[in-house]
Every structure is written in structure tokens, then in C-alpha cells.
């Protein structure tokens, strides 16, 4: 067996996912990136020239890379066993402008002090958000990958680059309102989170802080709700469930029965039958 890679683009980030069999070491030459690069090493212990120093990086450890400074991946000498590595590249200015947004000011391009990250809470997110944002939209929304994108990112500047903020929460206000009303407009459409920043005319980072508090639940996850209800009453209409899932905006019929089921308690079919006997029982016993 040889050595895997696969690759994705979206937007500010760049995703990776390396799998190595057992075999000999690789070499990879000292190098660095305009970006900053989290790396997840999973399987096989390794290690990181990096700061003119060497760092041994176990693994279910993530490792942060600050853009512009060199470093060598080290392979063990023999990998005895399957070894995988989930990075991420987050641009620059994308993580500046988080960190402004969380200390509510400009603040210096964020300063990771530590190359390894053993949070366990931070790597199992990072873990998460990976397989987010590497899904396709039958599995994942676009505003639930960039929820869960800008939810990572804002611990990791908190907990691991010192980042203070997170000011009192304001009273809700028209900005949640033209949220909420445009999530119901577009339902069934790929609404991002960039999309209703625009119209709410706050950051996404603000917006989704403002959003949960006074609604109870992220952007994405009311989303899903609305989806969710419009499929039940399509459904107490008399509609096919495939054309009941498809227009309320899911991606096909597995992805809609996995959602339906996860929020209703049974799978759309089931619900539909159950809602027709009901019916039926109920006009036969009428006078």
C-alpha cells in the first residue's frame, strides 16, 4: 500500500486528510505556509521541528503552526501500523478578524504559544468541524459547517491564544428579527452564515451569539426546525415523502429521514401513516 491524500477547498480553509500504511519513514522537507495549519495526528506518534527546537507530538494530539514559521514533520523511523493526519489551513485574516470580533477591537495577529494542544474538549471539536466541513450537503449544511467552523475557531482563540471577550450579550434586536425572518423566506435554500450577517447587518460571529441566546438554538439547528416542520405539514397535506422532504430543502430521502426521525421521533413514512389512521379512525366514528 501506498501513502493517501485528499484534498478540499472552501472558502478561508483547506482541508487534508493523510493516511499512511505501515512501512518506512517519509521525508518531508522543512517548509512553511501562509497559513495557519492545525494538524491532528492520529494512529502513530511523530514529532515537529519547529521553533528551533523538536517537539514529540502523540497521537489524538492537535498541533497549531503559526503562518510564515518553518518547520520538518518527523515520521517514527517504522510505522507499525495505519496512521492518519486531518489538518486544516485557516487563512490569516480569517482568524484576525475572528479575534477582533471576540475582543470587540483590533487586536495583533493571534499568537499560538504552544505548538500541541492536549485540550481533549478542543480536539475532539477540531475532529468534529473537520468532518463537517469535509461532508457533502446531503450530510451537512452550508450554515451548519460555517456554525461549526466559527464555534471552533472562537475556543480555540479563547483557550489556546489568549483571546479575551465575549461582552454581555445585548437585548435581541432587528438584526435577530431579519435572521430569523430570512431563514423562514429561504428554508429550503443554502443560506450561509455570510448570508445572514448581511442581512441582519452584524458579523457572523455577533450575529450567531445574538441568534442563540435569544432563540435558544444556533442559525443552522433553527434551520433544520423549520425544515422540519414545513416536511410534517406537506406531509399531513396528503404529499409523497420524497416530494414532501424535497421541498422542504433536504438533499435527498436518506438525509431527510435521518433529520425527520432525529426531531419527530419516527421516520416520515410512519408519521404519514399514522396521521391517515388516525384520520380514518376519526371519520368512522363520527355520528
Not at 428579527?177 to 448581511?198: C, I, K, Q
Given at each position: 500500500?501506498?501513502?493517501?491524500?485528499?484534498?478540499?477547498l472552501?472558502?478561508?480553509?483547506?482541508?487534508?486528510?493523510?493516511?499512511?500504511?505501515?512501512g518506512?519513514?517519509?521525508?518531508?522537507?522543512?517548509?512553511?505556509h501562509?497559513?495557519?495549519?492545525?494538524?491532528?495526528?492520529?494512529?502513530?506518534p511523530?514529532?515537529?521541528?519547529?521553533?528551533?527546537?523538536?517537539?514529540?507530538?502523540?497521537?489524538?494530539?492537535?498541533?497549531?503552526?503559526?503562518?510564515?514559521?518553518?518547520?520538518?514533520?518527523?515520521?517514527?523511523?517504522?510505522?507499525?501500523?495505519?496512521?492518519?493526519?486531518?489538518t486544516l489551513?485557516?487563512?490569516?485574516?480569517?482568524?484576525?478578524?475572528?479575534?477582533?470580533?471576540?475582543?470587540?477591537?483590533?487586536?495583533?495577529?493571534?499568537?499560538?504559544?504552544?505548538?500541541?494542544?492536549?485540550?481533549?474538549?478542543?480536539?475532539?471539536?477540531?475532529?468534529?468541524?473537520?468532518?463537517?466541513?469535509?461532508?457533502?450537503?446531503?450530510?451537512?449544511?452550508?450554515?451548519?459547517?460555517?456554525?461549526?467552523?466559527?464555534?471552533?475557531?472562537?475556543?480555540l482563540?479563547?483557550?489556546?491564544?489568549?483571546?479575551a471577550?465575549?461582552?454581555?450579550?445585548?437585548?435581541?434586536?432587528?438584526?435577530?428579527?431579519?435572521?430569523?425572518?430570512?431563514?423562514?423566506?429561504?428554508?429550503a435554500?443554502?443560506?450561509?452564515?455570510?448570508?445572514?450577517?448581511?442581512?441582519?447587518?452584524?458579523?457572523?460571529?455577533?450575529?450567531?451569539?445574538?441568534?442563540?441566546?435569544d432563540?435558544?438554538?444556533?442559525?443552522?439547528?433553527?434551520?433544520?426546525?423549520?425544515?422540519?416542520?414545513?416536511?410534517?405539514?406537506?406531509?399531513?397535506?396528503?404529499?409523497?415523502?420524497?416530494?414532501?422532504?424535497?421541498?422542504?430543502?433536504?438533499f435527498?430521502?436518506?438525509?431527510?429521514?435521518?433529520?425527520?426521525?432525529?426531531?419527530?421521533?419516527?421516520?416520515?413514512?410512519?408519521?404519514?401513516?399514522?396521521?391517515?389512521?388516525?384520520?380514518?379512525?376519526?371519520?368512522?366514528g363520527?355520528?
Amino acid at each position: 500500500m501506498t501513502p493517501d491524500a485528499t484534498g478540499l477547498l472552501r472558502q478561508d480553509v483547506l482541508l487534508e486528510r493523510y493516511s499512511y500504511p505501515p512501512g518506512p519513514p517519509i521525508a518531508i522537507p522543512r517548509h512553511t505556509h501562509e497559513q495557519y495549519q492545525l494538524n491532528l495526528n492520529l494512529g502513530v506518534p511523530g514529532g515537529l521541528h519547529y521553533r528551533r527546537a523538536f517537539h514529540v507530538v502523540p497521537a489524538g494530539r492537535l498541533t497549531v503552526v503559526m503562518p510564515g514559521e518553518a518547520h520538518t514533520p518527523v515520521d517514527p523511523d517504522h510505522r507499525d501500523r495505519d496512521s492518519e493526519h486531518l489538518t486544516l489551513y485557516v487563512d490569516a485574516g480569517a482568524l484576525g478578524a475572528a479575534a477582533d470580533e471576540i475582543a470587540g477591537r483590533s487586536t495583533a495577529l493571534p499568537f499560538f504559544r504552544d505548538l500541541t494542544i492536549d485540550d481533549d474538549a478542543t480536539v475532539a471539536r477540531f475532529a468534529r468541524t473537520h468532518a463537517a466541513l469535509s461532508s457533502a450537503p446531503a450530510t451537512v449544511s452550508v450554515l451548519d459547517q460555517d456554525v461549526r467552523l466559527l464555534g471552533f475557531v472562537s475556543r480555540l482563540l479563547r483557550r489556546h491564544a489568549g483571546v479575551a471577550g465575549d461582552r454581555p450579550l445585548p437585548p435581541a434586536h432587528r438584526s435577530v428579527r431579519r435572521a430569523r425572518a430570512y431563514l423562514h423566506e429561504h428554508r429550503a435554500g443554502a443560506v450561509s452564515l455570510a448570508d445572514l450577517a448581511r442581512v441582519s447587518e452584524l458579523s457572523p460571529y455577533h450575529l450567531t451569539r445574538l441568534f442563540t441566546a435569544d432563540v435558544g438554538l444556533p442559525p443552522h439547528a433553527y434551520q433544520l426546525q423549520l425544515r422540519v416542520d414545513h416536511a410534517k405539514r406537506l406531509l399531513l397535506a396528503g404529499r409523497p415523502v420524497s416530494d414532501a422532504g424535497h421541498e422542504a430543502g433536504f438533499f435527498d430521502l436518506s438525509h431527510f429521514t435521518r433529520h425527520f426521525k432525529r426531531h419527530v421521533g419516527v421516520p416520515p413514512g410512519r408519521y404519514a401513516r399514522e396521521v391517515r389512521k388516525d384520520v380514518h379512525s376519526r371519520a368512522a366514528g363520527a355520528p
